[in-house]
């Protein structure tokens, strides 16, 4: 990719590569930690915000159609993330990104 947006780049990935220094992920990690956390905020507020009981979870848990072997093995938050993942599936208003989209990045 480098080398389709400039031509002057060497012509092997390992020489280009060798031009870049190397620095311990220490020196970056505390500004990595704080860009991670400003992307995954949301300003979007909930619509109703109902707590996981331990019933609302069951209740879930057999929507899915999980048995209690199942939930012997899966985790609770792999448990909550397919029943977020199901509501997601019955959200309409889906948008195809175009490369028109990606340009603007």
């Known amino acids: ?3 389709h947006g400039d031509k002057t780049v060497e012509d ?3 020489e280009w590569l060798d031009n870049f220094s190397t620095f311990s992920i220490y ?3 505390p500004q990595l930690i704080k860009l991670w956390g400003l992307n995954i905020k949301t300003e979007k507020i ?4 109902r707590p ?3 019933p609302l979870f069951l209740l879930r848990a057999v929507e899915r159609g999980l048995s209690v072997f199942d939930l012997d093995i899966l ?7 397919m029943d977020t993942e199901k509501t997601n599936d019955e959200w309409k208003d889906k948008q195809v990104v175009t490369q028109e989209d ?4």
């Open 75 to 81: 985790t609770i938050g792999l448990i909550t993330d």
């Open 1 to 3: 990719m480098a080398r």
């Open 12 to 14: 092997s990935p390992e």
């Open 102 to 105: 990606f340009d603007k990045l």
């Open 27 to 29: 020196q970056i990690l």
């Open 52 to 54: 996981m009981t331990t």
């Open 46 to 49: 909930p619509k109703k915000v």
